[in-house]
């Protein structure tokens, strides 16, 4: 109280100023209409801008939320997607009169590491068996594949990602129908080549490589991405180098695929392989 008091014996002809200064400005606008709608009007624009401001960091710092919110909503659209079902059509009694049987399940899932400069890398998932994720299921974003699930803990899981020179997944060029495999190339996080497409198939740069259904890992038309260059390897096949779809320096969500009749086809064609 007594430093409130100095301070106002040391600045009582400047504070007075300030109160006859306010005095004077509330005469002057409550005297004079065009004042008085300037000042309202100067004050609601700077009110508006003080919200504005609010509002964008408010919206900035919702962004985590929102983007785990569509990222849960895409996941239910792809469910719901027809290649994600198995084509159930030949069957002569169908139960509720559908025609496909649900084949993937989409689990959504959070980025929390993820490497891109090594010769094998890895990402690391915030979901784990809890929530139904196993090894050797597909891991996709919203722009293409991504990965195989590898390990998985109670509440956590790595996936080998398709920048790792052990992963290759079946593909097959949009177009005509011409499959072979996805590798990666081991030098940028952007390219991977296209291996076992044969010499005499028609395919331009440009073109859409997608997934097959020969891993059971993925669902088919799954994007993987655009060729970008052509060339010859050897005398039976191309040399295709391919830009890829998922831009593996910017994941924050991806969905991670359970094939409910996985299971099935790989005990059926297990048997042909104790045959051989």
Same mark, same amino acid.
């Given at each position: ?45 700077? /009110?508006?801008? $003080?919200?504005?401001?609010? *509002?964008? &960091?408010?919206?900035? %710092?919702?962004? @985590? ?83 195989? /699930?590898?390990? $998985?803990?109670?509440?956590? *899981?790595? &996936?080998?990602?398709? %920048?790792?020179? @052990? ?86 969500? $991806? ?22």
């Amino acid at each position: 109280m007594r430093n409130f008091i100095l301070i106002i014996r040391k600045y009582n002809f400047f504070i007075l100023f300030l109160l006859l200064q306010g005095l004077c400005i509330y005469l002057l606008v409550q005297n004079t209409t065009y004042q008085k709608e300037k000042v309202i009007s100067t004050s609601n624009e700077f /009110v508006g801008k $003080v919200y504005t401001g609010y *509002s964008d &960091v408010a919206d900035y %710092l919702k962004l @985590g939320i929102t983007n785990k919110a569509l990222s849960e909503e895409n996941a239910r659209l792809r469910k719901a997607d027809s290649a994600s079902f198995y084509d159930n059509s030949f069957r002569v009694i169908r139960v509720n009169d559908s025609l496909f049987k649900q084949q993937y399940e989409y689990i959504t899932a959070r980025v929390i590491n993820n490497s891109v400069s090594r010769i094998n890398n890895y990402i690391t998932l915030d979901k784990g068996s809890l929530q139904g994720i196993q090894p050797d299921m597909g891991v996709i974003s919203s722009n293409g594949v991504v990965g195989v /699930v590898k390990d $998985v803990s109670p509440h956590f *899981s790595t &996936v080998v990602s398709l %920048l790792h020179s @052990g992963f290759k997944v079946s593909s097959v060029i949009k177009k005509n129908g011409y499959f072979g495999s996805t590798v990666w190339n081991g030098t940028s996080p952007r390219f991977a080549n296209v291996l076992d497409i044969p010499i005499h198939a028609k395919i331009s740069i440009g073109d859409t490589i997608v997934t097959s259904t020969y891993s059971g890992i993925f669902p088919r038309g799954i994007m993987i991405g655009k060729i970008h260059q052509i060339g010859t390897a050897g005398e039976s096949f191309k040399e295709i180098k391919m830009l890829l779809s998922t831009d593996f320096q910017n994941i924050s969500y $991806v969905y991670v695929l359970r094939n409910i009749m996985k299971a099935e086809r790989d005990t059926l064609e297990a048997k042909l392989e104790a045959i051989k």
